[in-house]
């Protein structure tokens, strides 16, 4: 199994920005498409959120909300192809499992 | 300043200003000069550990954010049966992330807000929205309150006491 090792620090932006792509540079959206890009070329992705200068909610629910939302899988299809880390802010962590969730609540 | 603390304050004036450019102007507005724009502003008193910032729009207002499908879900979740005030309705939008009516993760952004206040040693958030203004303060208190005329946009203020306030003069 191919594994791929990331940060968003350092393989996107030390300071992620908005949701959209239309309201400035390293947004949600944007970054929603680089790990789609990386997860056709690996089977398994490891995410590591420490190392920014923060992270908004909108950012993070863009990110990984926006797979289920816009790109098709499932929250398990998530789970089980990424694993994130963050452990300076947990509250990150959490965000996003409430982002799968409600990603997929919308969705039927 | 401590780096949680750090991220948490940068967290919070993104979601702020991802607001401002993204919610406040997408109507015609009360006051219809100097569309499209917003300010912010700080200050920095280290002798005092405290610092303040602000950011202000002069859209639509977030009462008004609420579209109104949503706003019925709200009506119905806080038990409203008359037409609930602006204060009512800003303490709404800040707690619309833990009701499953599924915007968008909107009212997230308004727990960023939050959370910041939660990690600096004391502090303050506020937010004005036309006629309505809503106050938080460190672990989960907060106020409401309605007021006579409308400050035609949105004003939210963060004033925080830090020990490691004073750091971030030297950054």
């Known amino acids: 199994m191919t594994e791929k090792r990331v940060s968003l620090a350092r393989d996107f932006s030390m300071d992620p920005g908005p949701r959209y792509k239309r309201q400035g540079p390293y947004s949600g959206e944007l970054f929603r498409e680089q790990i789609v ?43 089980r192809r990424i694993t994130i880390k963050s452990e300076r802010d947990e509250t990150y962590l959490l965000d996003i499992e409430e982002s799968l969730q409600q990603a997929a609540s919308q969705r039927v | 300043m401590a780096e949680l603390a750090q991220n948490r304050m940068t967290a919070a004036l993104k979601e702020a200003m991802g607001n ?70 800003i303490r709404a939008a800040t707690e619309l992330y833990r009701t499953s009516t599924g915007q968008e993760g909107r009212g997230k952004g308004f727990r960023d807000m939050k959370r910041f206040i939660d990690v600096c040693d004391d502090g303050e958030l506020r937010v004005l929205s036309n006629r309505g203004s809503y106050t938080y303060r460190k672990n989960e208190l907060e106020s409401f309150a309605d007021h006579d005329t409308s400050i035609g946009g949105t004003l939210i203020e963060w004033r925080v006491r830090h020990a490691a306030v004073a750091e971030i003069s030297d950054d």
């Not at chain 1, 992705?45 to 939302?69: K, N, P, Q």
């Not at chain 2, 401002?20 to 917003?38: G, I």
């Not at chain 2, 502003?41 to 977030?62: C, K, Q, V, Y």
């Open chain 1, 37 to 79: 890009k990386w997860l056709k070329a690996a089977q398994h992705l490891h995410i590591d959120l420490d190392g920014t200068t923060g992270i908004g909610s909108s950012f993070l629910d863009e990110a990984f909300g926006g797979l289920v939302r816009d790109e098709g899988m499932s929250p398990d299809d998530v789970r």
């Open chain 2, 20 to 89: 401002a450019h993204e919610h406040a102007y997408d109507r015609p507005t009360e006051l219809p000069f100097l569309p499209h724009r917003w300010w912010i502003a700080g200050h920095l008193d280290p002798r005092n550990n405290e610092m303040m910032i602000l950011i202000l729009d002069l859209g639509i207002g977030i009462p008004n954010h609420l579209k109104p499908s949503l706003y019925e879900q709200v009506c119905a979740i806080f038990d409203w049966s008359a037409t609930p005030s602006d204060g009512a309705m």
